[in-house]
């Protein structure tokens, strides 16, 4: 809670005369006419002191008034005041692979002050691979109900029927651009320019230059130096490090927005550190001698992102928008090459049911909003981000049933109660044909205690964080819940898998679009 303290000092001399110092301290910054109130001082002479009392009771009247509603982001704002919405996710960074959460080669100074003042959910899930993560972040749904099993062969659309965040916060007046990776369709109905987004920059497939049968794939010869890039339907040929040219377009977007002082969702969707694992010389560099080539080459990706963030926070004071943007660092499954150096105690990796497969760093900072700095154990997950960003924004609800729920209680007290749940993770990835059959198989459900996964193995995460004692037979009565829960959750989700059978074109769709307007690929004269 705001705390107000009052602190009364008289100087010693002329008695014609005092000096009285009224200091209050509010660390939730309120907003009030747009202006922040920090603290107030007060010379008062002999006969008017009087008015110098008048004057504090109202400074501390007024004071109050928005200490309330600041700490509570359901009461009513002033006009104007939507926050600006900025999430960055990068792509195969695991929890670990932070110095933030303990890594101790990797140097990441700009994500770790950040996380020191955001809000921090240290029980955080997404899906055990990126294209699942993604559906679920922007529908609020587990991935499966839109079509979402696999990352490739027409398995990663994301269903038409869909409904993503983009589409809601445009109903509360947003704009909103996706810079990097989309990875939910790569034939034009299911771009994200006609999924809600206004400004789109992004590469095809699941990483640049990748291609696969069927619909899913990029450009034709694309690197991550000097890119081609996808922007607003034509190709653009850049120049620089993909990460670079991502962070670079989406700094240019926001400033032509932020001057319009129109609400904006900025999505900066890395493909980075993904491999192949290509970053500029000077990051790996720093690594050299500290492991093998490609953890240093990973290392050296995720430095250059985190400088490509901390350049973009300082974007954000300079522009003096810092106070009422909303920022998300975040990441879009378990760890990849970093593994092997540090995962935070955990089982698993990327695609795998276990903690090391699902569980990333999520940080939350909106100064104007919630007081950072904090930790929050709840069970949380991606699911929950569209219903925060649309309970933020103050946008119309759309008629669906979510999977997630609001972040907003705990945002603003990390200690709120928080009704238990379940969450439900399944790698996916069958055979074609084989989804019926393929119930128990890379699968995990659980609560905010217990994890069931693959129907066999249970563990006790409050006093197994590495689930290493398989606890099944103790404990009967859990497992009798986890396994309700989880079938009735798959009788749910059977009917959804719409991409099972979907058959894809000769050609992707980046590729016949490159030709189309290059006049061939890369290199080929005509």
Partial sequence: MPVVDGDTRVRQGDEAKCFRRVTFTVP?????????????????HGFVRFVHTALERLVL????????????????????????????????????DLGFTGNPILK??????????????SNFHVSPTCAPTRAALMTGRHEFRSGVTHTIFERE???????????????????????????????????????????????????????YAGS??????????????????????????????????????????RKKKSPFF?????????????????????????????????????????DNFGRLLAKLDEWKIADNTLVIFMTDNGGTVGTKIFNAGMRGSKASPYEGGTRVPSFWRWPSSFQGGRDCAALT???????????????KSPKITLDGRSLVPVLKNPEASWPDRFLFAHVGRWEKGNAENSKFANC???????????????????????????????????????????????????????????????????????????????????
């Fill in 28 to 44: 939730t910054i309120m907003r009030s006419q747009g202006t922040i109130l920090r603290s107030a001082t007060f010379p008062c």
């Fill in 61 to 96: 009247f007024f004071a109050l008034i928005p200490v309330s509603t600041a700490m509570g982001l359901s009461a009513e704002p002033a006009p104007n005041t939507a926050p600006n919405i900025v999430l960055v996710m990068t792509d195969d960074q695991g929890y670990g």
């Fill in 108 to 121: 990441t100074p700009h994500i770790d002050a950040f996380a020191r003042q955001s809000v921090r959910f």
């Fill in 157 to 211: 659309r994301l269903s038409l029927k869909a409904t993503t965040i983009a589409q809601v916060l445009k109903s509360a007046g947003y704009t909103s651009g996706i810079f990097g990776k989309w990875h939910l369709g790569d034939e034009d109905p299911y771009q994200p320019g006609r999924r809600g987004f206004d400004e789109v920059f992004i590469h095809g497939a699941g990483g640049i230059g990748q291609s």
């Fill in 216 to 257: 899913c794939g990029d450009a034709p010869g694309n690197s991550y130096f000097n890119p081609v890039i996808r922007h607003n339907g034509k190709f653009e040929k850049t120049t620089g490090y993909c990460t670079d040219v991502f962070f670079d377009q989406a700094v240019r977007w926001m400033d032509g927005k």
């Fill in 266 to 306: 900025t999505y900066i969707a890395l493909n980075a550190p993904h491999a192949p694992l290509h970053c500029p010389e000077e990051y790996s560099k720093r690594y050299a001698g500290k492991g093998d080539t490609n953890v240093v080459r990973f290392f050296g990706m995720i430095e250059n992102i985190d």
């Fill in 381 to 395: 997950a991606h699911l929950d981000i569209f219903p925060t960003l649309a309970e933020i924004a103050r946008a």
């Fill in 444 to 526: 995990s459900v659980r609560n905010p205690r217990f994890q069931l996964v693959n129907n066999q193995e249970l563990y006790d995460l409050k006093t197994d964080p590495g689930e290493t004692q398989n606890v099944l037979a103790e404990h009967p009565e859990v497992v009798e819940k986890l396994r309700a829960a989880y079938d009735q959750w798959w009788k749910e989700i059977l009917p959804a898998l719409e991409n099972e059978n979907a058959v894809g074109p000769n050609e992707n769709s980046f590729r016949t679009a490159y030709r189309k307007q290059f006049g061939g690929d890369p290199g080929v004269k005509n």
